[in-house]
Nanobody, 120 residues
C-alpha cells in the first residue's frame, strides 16, 4: 500500500521559512512524479508544486512560484518542500501526493498532512 508521511509543519511568523518532508513507501518512489498540495480551512485542495520522477521537470502554482521549492531524494524515498517568505495566506494543512497536474487531484493518494500556521 502507498504510504506517505509528512512532517516539518509548525507555527511560524510572517516572512519566515519552513521545510516540509514526506517519507514515501509501498511503491517505487523513483518511478512517480510527486506533488505538494494544501488545504486551507473551509477551502478545497490547492495544488502547489510538482516534480518529475527523476527531478528533470518542475511545476509551480503562481501563488507559490519564487517562494516555495520542491525537491526529492530518490535514494531516501523522500520528498521535500522549502517554504520561504510565508504569509498568513499560506496557513493550511500541507500534503504530499502521488499526483501530476492534469489528473484528478481529489483522487490522488496523499498522506495525513502536516499543519503550517503563519501568524504573528
Amino acid at each position: 500500500d502507498v504510504q506517505l508521511v509528512e512532517s516539518g509543519g509548525g507555527l511560524v511568523q510572517p516572512g519566515g521559512s519552513l521545510r516540509l518532508s514526506c517519507a514515501a513507501s509501498g511503491f517505487t518512489f523513483n518511478d512517480e512524479g510527486m506533488s505538494w498540495i494544501r488545504q486551507a480551512p473551509g477551502k478545497g485542495l490547492e495544488w502547489l508544486a510538482s516534480i518529475s520522477s527523476l527531478a528533470y521537470t518542475f511545476e509551480y502554482a503562481d501563488s507559490v512560484k519564487g517562494r516555495f521549492t520542491i525537491s526529492r531524494d530518490n535514494a531516501k524515498n523522500q520528498l521535500y518542500l522549502q517554504l520561504n517568505r510565508l504569509t498568513t495566506d499560506d496557513t493550511a494543512m500541507y500534503y504530499c501526493a502521488m499526483y501530476w497536474p492534469g489528473r484528478d487531484l481529489n483522487r490522488a493518494p496523499r498522506g495525513q498532512g502536516t499543519q503550517v500556521t503563519v501568524s504573528s
